[in-house]
């Protein structure tokens, strides 16, 4: 009976030894596709979706943290959910970059008559004393602040040439929220796009 019990136990051990092998060959077979496919398709995901490539990077790293500390069933886990993510990512590159380029195109065709609207504005007040409802410092940060955007838009003009939707979508956010608090303090009506 105890040979039995013994025997039942060493092959118990030896089982789970060998799962434990197997799943140690399983994450680090996960990890190194789900490395390939990051590498693959990195540097064009950076330019259209920077911060889902960003967490994605991280992610592949997490797995090979998580594997490194001998936690095989984590990283292979995590290995498994980048290899998803960075597919579902390489599938929507081609839709979100028209989204991008059509976004920017349309935010640069009303970019000009916006700054024109909010620079008369400024003229007109600097000729006298503001009103009540304008705060001062607002408005000579504002007047400080809006030749730098011209420069703004260049840089974004640039990068989106370049193919980095991202970021050019990112700076041209950036400008969208500075005009929409101008228009604000200045009292401003928005245009509706034509």
Do not use: Y
Request: hydrophobic share 45%; aromatic share 4%.
């Amino acid at each position: 009976m105890t040979v039995r019990m013994t025997l039942a136990a060493a092959g118990l051990l030896i089982g789970s030894l060998a799962g434990c092998d197997r799943t140690e060959g399983d994450a680090q077979r996960a990890i190194d596709r789900a490395d390939r496919m990051v590498t693959a398709m990195k540097d064009r995901a950076m330019k259209v979706v920077p911060a889902e490539t960003n967490a994605l990077v991280d992610s592949l790293q997490a797995a090979k943290g998580s594997f490194a500390a001998k936690d095989h069933k984590a990283a292979l886990a995590t290995a498994l959910a980048v290899q998803n993510k960075a597919i579902q990512i390489a599938n929507s590159l081609s839709g979100k970059s028209t989204e991008l380029s059509s976004a920017f195109m349309a935010f640069s065709g009303e970019l000009n008559a916006a700054v024109e609207r909010i620079k008369r504005r400024l003229s007109q007040l600097s000729r006298g004393p503001l009103p009540g409802d304008i705060d001062r410092a607002a408005f000579d940060a504002l007047q400080t602040d809006i030749p730098t955007w011209e420069e703004t838009w260049k840089a974004a003009t640039r990068e989106f040439q370049s193919g980095d939707f991202g970021v050019a979508t990112a700076r041209a956010d950036s400008l969208k929220q500075k005009i929409a608090a101008a228009n604000t303090l200045l009292g401003i009506k928005a245009v509706a796009p034509s």
